[in-house]
């Protein structure tokens, strides 16, 4: 797996978006962070938690994105629409929590979002998990297509 993922860091394409995307999420999560309301409410464990959750985040979604775009070059697999609506569906939700909210009560998800006790830690939590497994997966069989054709 790791050597499928320098791999990945060696080809111009994966390189670009890991980077790219890492900045494009980790510096506005930072930014717009607002560090001393959450010191004042949830304290300093909560805040640090967070941070390394944001940064966690951001480098395993675009490790993804960047092993999913070497494997489609590698197979020289057409880009469609549908790679792209993912794509901008995975940084919007994992982005920020007021897009994440808008976003939800457009899915009519907003009430059962609003009753989590710890603030979206929980699903920053599980897209962590989730986000692990998913490079694992795509790192373990890179250069294996398991297509299958019909005859």
């Given at each position: 797996m790791?050597?499928?993922?320098?791999?990945?860091?060696?080809?111009?394409?994966?390189?670009?978006?890991?980077?790219?995307?890492i900045v494009?999420?980790?510096?506005?999560s930072?930014?717009?962070?607002?560090?001393e309301?959450?010191?004042?409410?949830k304290g300093?464990n909560?805040?640090?938690?967070?941070?390394?959750?944001?940064?966690?985040?951001?480098?395993?979604?675009?490790?993804?994105?960047?092993?999913?775009?070497?494997?489609?070059?590698?197979?020289?697999?057409?880009?469609?629409?549908v790679?792209?609506?993912?794509?901008?569906?995975?940084i919007?939700?994992?982005?920020?929590?007021?897009?994440?909210?808008?976003?939800?009560?457009?899915l009519?998800?907003?009430?059962f979002?609003?009753?989590?006790?710890?603030?979206?830690?929980?699903?920053?939590?599980?897209?962590?998990?989730?986000?692990?497994?998913?490079?694992?997966?795509?790192?373990?069989?890179?250069?294996?297509?398991e297509?299958k054709l019909?005859?």
């Amino acid at each position: 797996m790791f050597k499928n993922l320098f791999k990945v860091l060696k080809s111009k394409i994966g390189l670009f978006w890991i980077i790219f995307g890492i900045v494009l999420i980790a510096i506005p999560s930072y930014y717009f962070l607002d560090t001393e309301i959450i010191i004042g409410n949830k304290g300093y464990n909560y805040l640090y938690f967070e941070i390394l959750l944001d940064v966690l985040i951001s480098i395993l979604f675009w490790i993804f994105i960047g092993a999913t775009l070497y494997k489609m070059s590698y197979f020289n697999v057409k880009k469609t629409w549908v790679w792209f609506l993912g794509w901008f569906l995975g940084i919007l939700v994992s982005g920020c929590p007021s897009c994440t909210i808008t976003l939800a009560s457009y899915l009519w998800l907003a009430g059962f979002v609003s009753v989590l006790p710890y603030d979206w830690l929980e699903l920053k939590v599980i897209s962590v998990f989730l986000l692990l497994y998913v490079c694992y997966t795509t790192l373990k069989k890179l250069e294996t297509c398991e297509l299958k054709l019909k005859k």
